[in-house]
């Protein structure tokens, strides 16, 4: 089986613009949670989907939104970027939602903010 | 709140040793408890998965042991090589209203020397 996907690998952005992050999970995976990981702050959650609905959300800005079609592929977007937005952007993805399961991760999008 | 530390932040040993590498968590009301392994500039991989029903986990020359009450784990490595030089990444699934949250710490960074 193919592994967590994530497009694109990197990319480069000015302050103020937008950008549009996406994750294909393991076949048959219906959730998906996207993680930013930072040098300070480490891994920090930003939110899962499970069936194309927000099931969970941590406490990023509303300038960080998703969402999950019905593929279960994902995508985040992150509006009027700011330096401070410069990461790596995780996507783990598990068979179902809920407190049991093991999470797999994609190889991550660096993402730097100029 | 609900944290994970790591302690120590870095590591180096030589070949063949075993270690021990430690986590603590806030809060005894888990879900499970996972060790993960990052290699430079690359995604997570899972190496064990403790519920919170379970004291430990084996995989290979990995072990894992959970002890709830005192908010501790640890992760044994018995014959260190320089392949496993990695960042070890413990996380923590806490309950969160009526859902669940995964928590990181921020990791400790292995070096094994030849």
């Known amino acids: 089986k193919a592994g967590v996907t994530q497009t694109p690998r990197y990319l480069i952005k000015t302050r103020g613009q937008q950008v549009t992050l996406s994750c294909s999970p393991i076949s048959g995976h219906r959730s998906v949670s996207w993680y930013q990981q930072t040098p300070g702050q480490g891994l920090q959650f930003l939110f899962e989907y499970f069936s194309e609905t927000q099931r969970n959300k941590g406490n990023f800005p509303g300038r960080f939104s998703g969402r999950q079609f019905s593929n279960s592929r994902s995508e985040m977007n992150v509006s009027t970027l700011e330096l401070g937005d410069s990461a790596l952007y995780l996507c783990?993805?598990?068979?179902?939602?809920?407190?049991?399961?093991?999470?797999?991760f994609g190889p991550g999008t660096r993402l730097l903010v100029l | 709140k609900q944290e994970v530390t790591q302690i120590p932040a870095a590591l180096s040993v030589p070949e063949g040793e075993n270690l021990v590498l430690n986590c603590s968590f806030t809060d005894s009301a888990i879900y499970n408890l996972q060790w993960f392994r990052q290699d430079p500039g690359k995604g997570l991989t899972s190496l064990l998965l403790i519920q919170s029903s379970q004291r430990e986990q084996t995989s290979g020359r990995l072990n894992a042991s959970l002890d709830k009450s005192s908010g501790r784990s640890t992760l044994y490595i018995a014959a260190s090589q320089p392949g496993d030089s990695a960042t070890y990444l413990c996380?923590?699934?806490?309950?969160?209203?009526?859902?669940?949250?995964?928590?990181f710490g921020k990791g400790t960074k292995l070096t094994v020397n030849p």
């Open positions: 783990a993805s598990s068979p179902v939602t809920g407190r049991g399961e093991t999470q797999y």
């Open positions: 996380a923590v699934r806490f309950p969160q209203g009526g859902s669940e949250k995964l928590v």
